[in-house]
């Protein structure tokens, strides 16, 4: 287990839907909050319909979609300020930049997941939304 205290974060309406916004100032390289849920087979995993999975390797996936995880609440951005790190187990994530109190986190979900779940919609990040109003 991750002996790092977890920074404080409220679940808020963000920019696209729901999301999770820093309560304090954080530092690059601070422990921001860890991945919280079920621990199954990777091969179950790709059965289930949910979008809160969370793959920690070829053999394993944490099923987060318990609403006791607040960290399922870190929206895609395609310029994060979140990695998502696999520790011993556990996915954590750290702060890539300085992040302000009240800040939305986000983390870069990855080439597959967008492909699947957020192209088809089209990106709702900071980044894509900024893009998007100067065009």
């Known amino acids: 287990m991750l002996a790092q205290n977890p920074k404080k974060v409220k679940v808020a309406r963000g920019i696209s839907g729901l999301g999770l916004f820093a309560e304090e100032d954080i530092k ?3 422990f921001v909050i860890k991945y919280e849920g079920k621990l199954i087979p990777s091969k179950e995993a790709d059965k289930l319909k949910t979008r ?3 793959e920690i390797d070829e053999n394993w996936t ?3 979609s318990d609403r006791k995880n607040t960290a399922r609440y870190i929206n895609h951005f395609c310029k994060p300020n979140l990695e998502a790190e696999v520790i011993a ?3 954590v ?3 890539l930049r300085d992040i ?3 800040e939305e986190l986000g983390f ?3 080439q597959e997941y967008f492909d699947e779940f957020i192209k088809t919609k089209g990106c709702a990040c900071p ?3 900024i893009y998007e109003k100067d065009n």
Do not use: P, Q, T
């Open 28 to 30: 690059k390289g601070d």
């Open 100 to 102: 302000k109190k009240g």
């Open 89 to 91: 187990g556990e996915i």
């Open 52 to 54: 809160y999975l969370f």
């Open 127 to 129: 980044k894509c939304k």
């Open 108 to 110: 870069d979900y990855g």
């Open 93 to 95: 994530f750290f702060a």
């Open 62 to 64: 944490i099923d987060g």
